[in-house]
């Protein structure tokens, strides 16, 4: 008799060691299962998820979920050639209506040099302002679309942000001056130095700008600091809080924000990223901020007599 309770402890604490390891096993299943779904969400591969464990339940998990990754690779692949289709599609027709808009241009142009009425003079420049605007839309469009359909080979350079910021301005001024803005500018005594892809980076400052034509409620500042934050500024009695956060989407626009095609962001946000840089918006209290960062990334290397763009390069 005195045998029995030991007994029982025994077969107690070994129904416990057993409940212990089959805990231990499901919670190492659960996390492998965790990190596998997370590294095939993160890459494009086609291998499935498994685990050690035999545990039934844990097999039809783990089969439930290779399942519904089964369909979202489906849906990518989908969505991804949809998008290339869509990129295609606006590069054709962008192409194709280049040569009628030439044709319809160069024909305006002679009537133009033809003597008529005040009437249809009215009517000639009601025209050409139409199918100037058409054209530069059609121009955007077939930008935008070689933009996010190029791969660019990487080719980068020194650049200094503090001149370039400068150069932006400078190409940029008549159409500020024209929306009476004059830009506050501070940048810092030191060359904030970036190897970037030049073209790429004053795109993104023109459509930035470009951006603060359009909304600016008539100020506009910029401060350029040591770590690489470029950060624009102004007035913007049209946004709100909600607006702001689509103003990268493509094609969204803001019915105040004049007859632009939306995608001038969205265009600066692809560069930046290309860049291993970040562009992003917010709106309070009436201000609209949009801030670009360059982080450093590897050091400068020494800047010598001739090289473009290099540290110590001087300011404009």
Not at 126 to 139: N, P
Request: with cysteine.
């Amino acid at each position: 008799m005195g045998y029995v309770p030991y007994i029982l402890c025994v077969l107690l604490l070994l129904a416990v060691l057993l409940l212990l390891w089959k805990i231990q096993l499901l919670r190492r299943s659960a996390e492998e299962l965790r990190r596998g779904l997370q590294e095939r969400l993160e890459t494009d591969t086609n291998t499935l998820l498994s685990i050690p464990s035999r545990d039934k339940a844990m097999c039809r998990l783990a089969a439930g979920l290779n399942s519904q990754l089964r369909l979202l690779r489906q849906e990518r692949r989908r969505c991804q050639q949809g998008d290339r289709e869509l990129k295609d599609a606006v590069t054709n027709i962008s192409h194709d209506l280049r040569t009628p808009l030439t044709a319809i241009c160069g024909y305006l142009d002679l009537l133009e040099g033809e003597e008529m009425s005040e009437t249809a003079a009215r009517y000639l420049a009601s025209i050409r302002g139409r199918t100037d605007h058409l054209r530069g839309l059609t121009e955007e469009f077939f930008r935008y679309s070689a933009v996010l359909s190029a791969e660019r080979d990487g080719r980068r350079e020194q650049v200094s942000l503090n001149r370039a910021v400068e150069e932006s301005l400078a190409a940029w001024y008549a159409v500020l001056s024209a929306k009476n803005i004059a830009p506050e500018v501070c940048l810092p005594e030191v060359q904030v130095i970036r190897r970037l892809d030049p073209e790429a980076l004053s795109r993104v400052l023109g459509n930035v700008l470009s951006n603060a034509a359009k909304y600016s409620g008539g100020d506009l500042n910029i401060t350029l600091e040591e770590n690489g934050t470029l950060a624009f500024s102004n007035a913007a009695p049209s946004l709100t809080p909600v607006l702001a956060e689509k103003l990268f989407d493509r094609y969204f626009t803001v019915e105040s924000g004049g007859q632009g095609t939306g995608i001038g962001l969205s265009i600066a946000r692809h560069l930046m990223e290309q860049m291993d840089g970040s562009v992003t918006a917010d709106w309070r209290e009436g201000v609209l901020r949009v801030r670009l960062h360059f982080p450093a990334g590897e050091p400068p290397m020494p800047h010598f007599p001739g090289q473009t763009g290099g540290e110590g390069t001087p300011a404009a």
